[in-house]
Structure formats: structure tokens, C-alpha cells
């Protein structure tokens, strides 16, 4: 639930900056400077100031100067106050930032739990700002969902009704391939890797938008569960590996938002979805296989199927020709190795697109940082008895030697690629520990100045 409304009903909630404070103090009234005195308020943080018959007046939140209009300034203000409906007020953009820090912070995840605790409900004026909020928390909270959801009950069926839904809300269209059609139908590496599972792999595909407008063609990653594979991960590995279909739940979450905003596209998403799983049939070490690009690669080792079923899925996103391609998923160890976990990387093929994911993300207060596509690595994935092996026999640059690989399967010159790791380690304001939206409002702040 959203605890966000369009109004002016509440505790109102006053905003002051630290350099500011003393200037606002001298203003109140005596009642007021006696409770921040006597209660031992110190700046940065917050009040819940009463009247004179004990009852909450006005809330107090001193911010620090460099970031008075944070998301995250008020991201703890939403689930530290008591139950109740306050307001605040303030430019459209204040007001946004206000009300998505708060809307964020309040993501629960209790599709398994009871829960029936009373939360805080935020109420701005703005109409505008109030839509903003919704759209992009909903995108979040779609995103959060899909990860965070167990692999059972997550596995590519489940994330087929998933991406049906969202087109029926949106009123685009939906289809997919499954099992042996993949076959049929020239998806050869996304049926490998996924055809030792009960739980059919499939090819899913969203489409949406004016058919003449700029096409925008978003793939991701859906391996549902990735065991490894023969090649079969320690205990540790495996435990998290619900999320390894955090590519397709970042791009249903963009698309979201992209459709909720009606940007000027022809929107079309694509997921690879599949289980990496152990029994007879599994793909092998040493294996060779044919990609739908007629490349040829030799598998090196079982545990780096992301960019095989990826290799499929963007060689089909290239044969329309689209304005932009861009790809998200939970693909190397090594982009965590190489920023940590809090920070996605992201590789292109657009300068132009570049810079304005680096701005979107500033505005966005949504870190991303380009890596390189350095060149000179992409001798590593090149194979002897094939056009290319799956894994690189180097243990550095891992991100890099990915995501040289992927680019052999893009004909476009606009692509971007992000490895992500769709997942809180810690919990943060606005960002509890779990599944994560991680480049989802950079990118679309990219989108919007790219094609508004």
C-alpha cells in the first residue's frame, strides 16, 4: 500500500535547514522553544511538536544544508512518527521528493505474513506531483515484489501472469513462447538452459504504444532460480538466487512507469524466463550450441546462463532495428566486486544516452556509474573449436568480458547493458534490506529527456 494521497488533511510538517534553525527558532513561540530544549531535539532530525493541551501540533524536520531536498531526508520520518495523516507543503518538486522518500520507505513485503499495523498517511497538495509519486512508487514496489517473492511461486508461468497483467492494465499486448515452441521457433539458447526444469522456459513479449513513434525495446533476464547448473553453486551462492530474475523485474517495473507516463514510444519488453535447474537433461560443460544469431558458443561453464539466454533475447530485439535497446540483468559477481552492492553498473553504445543517464540519475538520486567496453578483452571470448565460449578464462574483468559477450548479439548501435544486483544487503532510508529497483528511475529520467 501507498500511504500517499492527494489533499491537505493532517499534521502539518515544516521543513527547516540546519543554517536556518536558529532564525526559525527565535520565531516560536516560547511553549515551542521550551519542548525542543527540554526534550534534548538536536539538528539534524525531527519533533513531533505538541500544543498546549498535548496534542501534536506541527511536526519539526531540521535537514542539513546540502540536502535540504533529498528523497532520503524523509525516507525515516514515514516509519518513525505514530499512525496518522500529516501534510506538507511546498514547490511541486519539493513536495515530490517529500512524498516518494516516504512513500519508499514504507515497502513492506508481507505477501507471506499477517500484517495489519497502522501506518503513517502523507497527504500533498500538488496534483501533479501526488500522480509522480504514485507511478514511480507502484514501479518500485512492482520491482521490490517480483524479486523478493520466493523462486516457487516465482518461477516463469508466474512471471508470464505477471507480465499479462501489466499488459492488460495497460491495454498492450502479450505473447510468449514455451517449451519446445523456443525450439521451433529459433530461441535455441534460452530453451538449453532452461529445459532440465518441470517449469517450461519461455520467451515473453510486451507490446505498447503508438506504432509510430520511436521504438524502445527493454530485455531482461528471468532465470527464476539459478542453482548453477552442473557446474552447481555452494549453499551460499544458491541462497539468493530467487533474485536472478532481477533483469525481468526491472524492466516490468520501467515499463510500468514508461506506460503509467504515456512517454511518446513503441514500447516493447522482452523476457528470457527460466529455471537453471540439475536433472538428466541439463546442459553440459564442453556443450556447443547454436544462437538464434547463427553463432556458435561453446559452454565453458554452467553457472554463466544469463548471457546465454540473453544472446537470444537481444539478438530478437535487434531484428526490428529499435531507436534504443536496453537490457537489465543480475549478470556478474564482478560488477559487485568492482562497486559494491549499493551501485549498478551500466555499459553503452550511446554517448549521447550516457550523458543523460548520468544526469537522470542525479535528479533521480538513483546511483548507476558506466564501466567500460573495453575491446580489449573481447579476445577472451572468443573460442577455439567455436565462435565464442560463455566464460572467460581470466578471473578479472568479469562485468567487462559479460557484457563484450552480449554485444556480439546487438546490431544496434544504441544499446545499454546493466548488471545489477537487484538487492539490499542493509536497509537504508527508503530502501529496506531485500529486493531492489536499482537504475529503474535513472533510466526512465533519461527516457523522459530523451524522447519528451
Not at 491495454?171 to 510468449?176: C, G, I, R, T
Not at 558458443?297 to 546465454?308: K, P, Q, S
Not at 572468443?382 to 572467460?392: H, Q, T, Y
Amino acid at each position: 500500500m501507498i500511504n500517499v494521497q492527494h489533499g491537505n488533511q493532517g499534521i502539518a510538517i515544516q521543513v527547516v535547514t540546519e543554517r536556518h534553525y536558529d532564525d526559525w527558532l527565535d520565531d516560536q513561540q516560547l511553549q515551542t522553544k521550551n519542548w525542543l530544549t527540554f526534550s534534548g531535539f538536536k539538528t539534524p532530525g525531527y519533533s513531533l511538536i505538541p500544543n498546549s493541551e498535548g496534542e501534536s501540533s506541527f511536526v519539526l524536520v531540521v535537514v542539513k544544508d546540502t540536502q535540504e531536498a533529498s528523497i532520503w531526508n524523509f525516507a525515516n520520518l514515514a516509519v518513525a512518527l505514530p499512525a496518522g495523516d500529516y501534510c506538507f507543503s511546498g514547490s511541486p518538486s519539493q513536495q515530490a521528493n517529500f512524498a516518494l522518500g516516504w512513500a519508499l520507505a514504507q515497502y513492506q513485503f508481507d505477501r507471506y505474513l499477517k500484517s495489519d499495523n497502522e501506518q503513517a498517511v502523507l497527504y500533498i497538495e500538488n496534483q501533479s506531483s501526488y500522480q509522480q509519486v504514485q507511478d514511480q512508487a507502484e514501479a518500485v514496489f512492482l520491482t521490490r515484489n517480483l524479486i523478493n517473492t520466493p523462486a516457487a511461486d516465482m518461477m516463469p508461468e508466474h512471471l508470464s501472469q505477471q507480465m499479462q497483467t501489466l499488459a492488460e492494465q495497460y491495454d498492450a499486448e502479450f505473447d510468449e513462447l514455451v517449451g519446445e515452441q523456443l525450439l521451433e521457433q529459433n530461441y535455441p539458447t534460452i530453451h538449453m538452459v532452461g529445459r532440465a526444469s518441470v517449469h517450461d522456459p519461455r520467451l515473453l513479449q510486451l507490446h505498447w504504444g503508438d506504432e509510430d513513434a520511436p521504438k524502445l525495446t527493454l530485455v531482461g533476464k528471468g532465470i527464476c532460480f539459478d542453482s548453477g547448473g552442473l557446474d552447481l553453486k555452494p549453499a551460499s551462492g544458491m541462497r539468493l538466487m530467487k533474485k536472478d530474475m532481477g533483469g525481468a523485474a526491472h524492466v516490468l517495473g520501467l515499463a510500468k512507469l514508461i506506460m503509467a507516463a504515456e512517454l511518446p514510444v513503441r514500447l516493447r519488453v522482452i523476457v528470457a524466463a527460466a529455471e537453471n535447474a540439475v536433472s538428466g537433461n541439463a546442459f553440459r560443460p564442453g556443450d556447443i550450441v547454436k544462437t538464434r544469431k547463427g553463432l556458435t558458443v561453446e559452454i565453458d561453464n554452467t553457472d554463466a546462463e544469463g548471457r546465454l539466454v540473453l544472446c537470444d533475447a537481444l539478438a530478437e530485439a535487434s531484428d526490428e532495428n529499435p531507436d534504443l535497446i536496453i537490457d537489465f540483468a543480475t549478470l556478474t559477481g564482478a560488477a559487485r566486486v568492482a562497486l559494491g552492492l549499493e551501485v549498478p553498473g551500466f555499459y553503452s553504445t550511446d554517448d549521447a544516452f550516457s550523458e543523460q543517464l548520468r544526469v537522470g540519475a542525479i535528479q533521480a538520486e538513483d546511483s548507476i556509474w558506466q564501466l567500460p567496453l573495453h575491446q580489449g578483452y573481447a579476445d577472451y571470448m572468443k573460442g577455439s573449436i567455436s565462435d565464442l565460449v560463455n566464460a572467460s578464462p581470466t578471473p578479472y574483468g568479469g562485468s567487462i568480458t559479460a557484457a563484450l559477450f552480449l554485444q556480439h548479439f546487438v546490431a544496434s548501435d544504441n544499446w545499454v547493458h546493466f548488471d545489477v544486483g537487484a538487492w539490499n544487503d542493509r536497509a537504508r532510508p527508503g530502501r529496506p534490506k531485500g529486493g531492489e529497483a536499482m537504475g529503474v528511475r535513472a533510466v526512465f529520467n533519461a527516457l523522459e529527456a530523451r524522447y519528451c
